[in-house]
Nanobody, 124 residues
Framework: VQLQASGGGLVQAGGSLRLSCEAS????????MAWFRQAPGKEREFVGS????????YIADSVKGRFTISRDSAKNTMYLQMNSLKPEDTALYYC??????????????????WGQGTQVTVSS
């Protein structure tokens, strides 16, 4: 699976951004996908994940109510809609994928496929 993340940028606090992650490869249709983020000097943090079918999602408590994850299977693309952005959301955002499992996984070590990251900067 190959992943290409895009959509990052500079936004003021309270603003919105939508990230996209386009996937390609033979096993995309059988893959669960996820978003992670990493701020300078911090560990990579789980943001949200979505099942292969798109029917089930899991969002981290730190962004629940502000971020929404979705997936367009026809386009092999996953999205992260980010609203009410805060300066602490500033990070490099990565998309990741793995072969589908029974439950959604939140640890980065469970995801073997990664995109290159897209920078999100939120100014106060």
């Amino acid at each position: 699976v190959q992943l290409q993340a895009s959509g990052g940028g500079l936004v003021q606090a309270g603003g919105s951004l939508r990230l996209s992650c386009e996937a390609s490869g033979r096993t995309v249709s059988r893959s669960d996908m996820a978003w992670f983020r990493q701020a300078p000097g911090k560990e990579r943090e789980f943001v949200g994940s979505i099942k292969r079918s798109g029917g089930s999602t899991y969002i981290a408590d730190s962004v629940k109510g502000r971020f929404t994850i979705s997936r367009d299977s026809a386009k092999n693309t996953m999205y992260l809609q980010m609203n009410s952005l805060k300066p602490e959301d500033t990070a490099l955002y990565y998309c990741a994928a793995r072969t589908q499992t029974t439950v959604l996984l939140t640890g980065p070590r469970y995801y073997p496929y990664w995109g290159q990251g897209t920078q999100v900067t939120v100014s106060s």
